[in-house]
C-alpha cells in the first residue's frame, strides 16, 4: 500500500513539474511608435516664373461716351514667396498681352487695349499644397489713347502639383481714371489660369 501512495505521489509530483515547466513566460509586446507629426503647411518659400492665359473685360466711360469690350489676353509673371509656417507673403511683376476693341453701343470703336503690366504684393494662408491669397497693387494699361497708371486688387489660388511644378487661377479687379488725359475711365476683369516653376 505505501508503495502505490509513494508511487502515485512521485507521478503528481512529476505531472505538476512537468506542467509547471510547459507554462510560457507572457509576451510583452512594444507599444506602436507614435504617428509622425501632421505637417500643417507646404513650404512656399522662393523664387518663381510663370505664363498665364486668360480672359478680360474691360468697361470704359468718359461724358457722353460709354464702350466695352472682351477678349483673351496671355502673359507672364516672375515673383518670390517667404513662407513663415501658416502665413505667406509675397511679391510679383506680371505683363498680359491682349489685343480688346472698345466699341459703343452703336459698334463704333472707341479704343483699344494692348497690354497691362502689374507690380504685386500677396499675402496668404499656407494651407499645405495649396496657398490661397490676397493681392494688389499698383497695374499700368496701354491703350490706344495713351498709357494710365491705376490700382487693383484681387484673389488667387495656387497648388503644388510637385516641389518645382504650381498651378493656379487669378481673379483681378482693375479701375484706370482719366486715362491719359482724355477723360476716359475705365475698370477691367480679368481671370487666369497659370503655370509656375519654382527655384
Known amino acids: 500500500m505505501k508503495r502505490i501512495i509513494t508511487s502515485a505521489l512521485v507521478t503528481a509530483g512529476l505531472s505538476s513539474a512537468a506542467f509547471a515547466g510547459s507554462l510560457e513566460e507572457p509576451v510583452v509586446t512594444a ?15 522662393g523664387p518663381y516664373i510663370g505664363l498665364q492665359l486668360g480672359y478680360a473685360d474691360v468697361d470704359a466711360d468718359a461724358p457722353g461716351l460709354a464702350a466695352s469690350g472682351d477678349d483673351i489676353l496671355y502673359g507672364l509673371h516672375a515673383g518670390y514667396n517667404y513662407d513663415f509656417g501658416q502665413f505667406v507673403l509675397g511679391g510679383e511683376i506680371d505683363y ?3 489685343d480688346i476693341d472698345l466699341t459703343t453701343a452703336a459698334g463704333a ?12 504684393a500677396k499675402a496668404g494662408y499656407d494651407a499645405g499644397p495649396a496657398l490661397i491669397y490676397l493681392t494688389g497693387g499698383v497695374a499700368q494699361v496701354d491703350t490706344s489713347l495713351g498709357n494710365e497708371t491705376g490700382e487693383f486688387y484681387g484673389i488667387g489660388l495656387s497648388y ?32 487666369t489660369i497659370r503655370g509656375s516653376l519654382r527655384f
Open 109 to 120: 470703336s472707341a479704343a483699344e487695349v494692348d497690354s497691362v503690366a502689374r507690380l504685386k
Open 31 to 45: 507599444p506602436p511608435p507614435p504617428p509622425p507629426p501632421v505637417q500643417l503647411g507646404g513650404d512656399w518659400t
Open 96 to 98: 498680359d498681352f491682349t
Open 160 to 191: 503644388q502639383v510637385s516641389d518645382r511644378y504650381v498651378v493656379g487661377a487669378e481673379i483681378l479687379e482693375h479701375s484706370f481714371d482719366d486715362i491719359d488725359g482724355t477723360g476716359v475711365n475705365a475698370d477691367a476683369t480679368t481671370f
